[in-house]
């Protein structure tokens, strides 16, 4: 089966094919019929105009499905897993569709099965620091609900406000406080999944600790909806930080700056965050600054410790020599929630300003050793004169997790773009890196993907696709090319 893939940025677009090894039925009108009497009329979306809405996500990949089916309860999630395999159709899941891979796109037609409908915070146990939550509900909402009762959910993806807890899930996705707290997946004690074949199962545990049996939560964590429908959630919990507190430091180039991350943590210092900025991002929000950037190419990091008031005070002023010493020629601080804030609405304009300065934009994740990051920061001019490209360059500077933002407006020259993407994941594989951090293989990335594992990993790893999901009909076409 052959469908066209359309990339579409302004008035550029790209057309080329994705071809599956299997054919599936259609979804004909018989089939529509049966999902409706079976799951509702009500759960059932076909009209053209909102199928629409749900063939993108945050990438500039786009698939129309032929139906939409939103989930109201586990059982209608089983229901359509059982007729997917009777009359064998994929079915995609799909939450916020906030991902930038396209893991969520149906690319083999059929059936996109939304998760949002089922969006309940279950159980808050304050007292063993564990909540249940179901895949729908939105990622700031359990950050928030965590604080509310005095407790703390430490990751925070970007677009926590869009993206749901399932979806973070799926992509074991990160965010600025990985750095200190690790991802998603450290903070799923187990959780409930419809399998492909319909079965529900139940993993994990509600204890800190457990290992009986195989790991089947992490297996499943991180597969982008390969090998389940996560179902519910249930996460660990930590203590709230009494106070937090950040600053923005300003650099004139990107490797002094990244020479202080290394700097930082090397004398005993572990931020909740250390993001960072390079001179191309700043050109873009500069008058978003509360002061004037200096030099041709400065950069800038924003670091944000916590834990008791009075400890991280003494901290923050031994960072702040640190820096110093190292170059920083402007230091801006932010104490006040609302001076935080402040920084971070400036961050969270990079990407949206890219994408709109963009002809052509690629999104990549890479991930090096902290010790690689200034020695690829300072390659990129040589990729950008080589093959026509600007990179933007941001990221969770703390973990080596760098988001190389491609772009070109040469929109006649995009193949070239794309061989100067393959380079640069090239590049960050030479460096003992990796090729995704948390926004996970989907569609996009789903040709690099033996450039980091080798055959036998993948043939493995294809095995256990084929274990879970016999007749293909959960979100094929995924992490694995053609398959």
Avoid at 47 to 57: C, H, I, M, Q, R
Avoid at 229 to 256: H, Q, Y
């Amino acid at each position: 089966m052959c469908q066209v893939l359309a990339v579409v940025k302004s008035t550029l677009c790209i057309n080329f094919t994705v071809t599956s090894m299997r054919q599936y039925s259609p979804v004909t009108n018989e089939i529509k019929n049966v999902i409706s009497e079976r799951l509702g009329a009500d759960s059932v979306i076909s009209s053209p105009e909102a199928l629409s809405e749900y063939s993108g996500d945050a990438s500039t990949l786009s698939f129309t499905p032929e139906l939409v089916v939103v989930a109201k309860s586990v059982s209608d999630i089983q229901v359509l897993m059982e007729l997917a395999n009777r009359y064998h159709f994929p079915v995609t899941p799909r939450g916020g569709g906030s991902g930038l891979a396209g893991a969520c796109l149906p690319s083999n037609g059929g059936v996109v099965l939304s998760t949002v409908g089922l969006n309940r915070i279950t159980l808050i146990d304050s007292k063993n620091f564990i909540m249940k939550v179901e895949p729908g509900v939105i990622s700031q909402q359990v950050r928030d609900a965590a604080a509310a009762k005095g407790l703390f959910y430490p990751p925070d993806p970007a677009g926590m406000d869009l993206s749901t807890i399932g979806g973070n899930a799926a992509t074991d996705a990160g965010g600025p406080a990985c750095v200190k707290y690790g991802t998603t997946r450290d903070y799923i004690l187990g959780l409930e999944a419809v399998l492909p074949s319909g079965q529900l199962i139940r993993t994990g545990v509600q204890t800190r600790k457990g290992v009986v049996g195989y790991d089947l939560s992490n297996l499943i964590v991180g597969s982008e909806g390969t090998l389940g429908v996560i179902t519910s959630l249930t996460l660990k919990l930590l203590p709230k930080p009494a106070a937090t507190t950040g600053i923005m430091c300003v650099f004139n180039d990107m490797v002094a700056a990244m020479n202080c991350v290394a700097t930082i943590m090397g004398n005993g210092h572990l931020p909740s965050a250390i993001e960072f900025l390079d001179h191309k991002c700043l050109s873009l929000i500069g008058e978003l600054l509360p002061f004037s950037l200096p030099g041709e190419k400065p950069s800038i990091l924003i670091i944000e410790i916590d834990g008791p008031k009075n400890q991280i005070k003494e901290e923050m002023e031994a960072i702040c020599s640190l820096v110093t010493d190292l170059g920083a020629i402007e230091l801006i601080r932010a104490e006040s929630e609302k001076e935080r804030s402040e920084i971070w609405a400036v961050r969270r304009q990079v990407s949206l300003r890219i994408h709109d300065y963009a002809g052509l934009y690629i999104p990549e994740d890479i991930v090096v050793p902290l010790t690689a990051i200034a020695e690829l920061v300072d390659a990129l001019p040589y990729y950008e004169k080589k093959y026509g490209i600007e990179v933007f360059a941001f990221g969770h500077a703390g973990d080596g997790n760098i988001h190389l933002n491609i772009t070109t407006q040469d929109t006649e020259n995009v193949e070239l773009a794309h061989e100067g993407t393959r380079a640069l994941l090239e590049l960050t594989l030479q460096l003992q890196g990796t090729i995704s951090g948390e926004h996970g293989i989907g569609i996009a990335k789903a040709e690099y993907l033996p450039m980091e594992l080798t055959e036998e990993s993948i043939t493995l790893q294809k095995g256990i696709k084929k274990l879970f999901d016999p007749n293909m009909v959960l979100n094929p076409g995924k992490i694995f090319k053609n398959f």
